[in-house]
């Protein structure tokens, strides 16, 4: 299994990024996916997640409003949009899969990505 996470970058405050995880070696529209973050000094944290179908999805409180994960089960690819973004923002952001759950918690997730360096500047 692989999650290749992309489309990271440097962006000043208040701009936008999509970030993109594409899956492969999994029946991708079986598995619900996520995005999580960690930045320097800090431990990985839950940003958003979506059940396998796209019908469900469950976002941090930090991020509610101006961050919206989508998913294309064709393309075996799951998307964060991220508007309005701030410094806070900034941590390395990785995608992640699970057969049964699409909550905040790092272990009921079975595949983790390599991660994509996110930097706001203010």
């Known amino acids: 299994v692989q999650l290749q996470a992309s489309g990271g970058g440097l962006v000043q405050a208040g701009g936008s990024l999509r970030l993109s995880c594409a899956a492969s070696?999994?029946?991708?529209?079986?598995?619900?996916m996520a995005w999580f973050r960690q930045a320097p000094g800090k431990e990985r944290e839950f940003v958003a997640a979506?059940?396998?179908?796209?019908?469900?999805?469950n976002y941090a409180d930090s991020v509610k409003g101006r961050i919206t994960i989508s998913r294309d089960n064709p393309k075996n690819r799951v998307y964060l949009q991220m508007n309005s973004l701030k410094p806070e923002d900034t941590a390395v952001y990785y995608c992640?899969?699970?057969?049964?759950?699409?909550?905040?918690?790092?272990?009921?997730?079975?595949?983790w990505g390599q991660g994509t360096q996110v930097t706001v500047s203010s």
């Open positions: 070696g999994l029946t991708f529209s079986e598995y619900n």
């Open positions: 979506i059940r396998w179908g796209g019908s469900g999805t």
């Open positions: 992640a899969a699970s057969g049964s759950y699409y909550g905040p918690n790092r272990g009921p997730y079975d595949y």
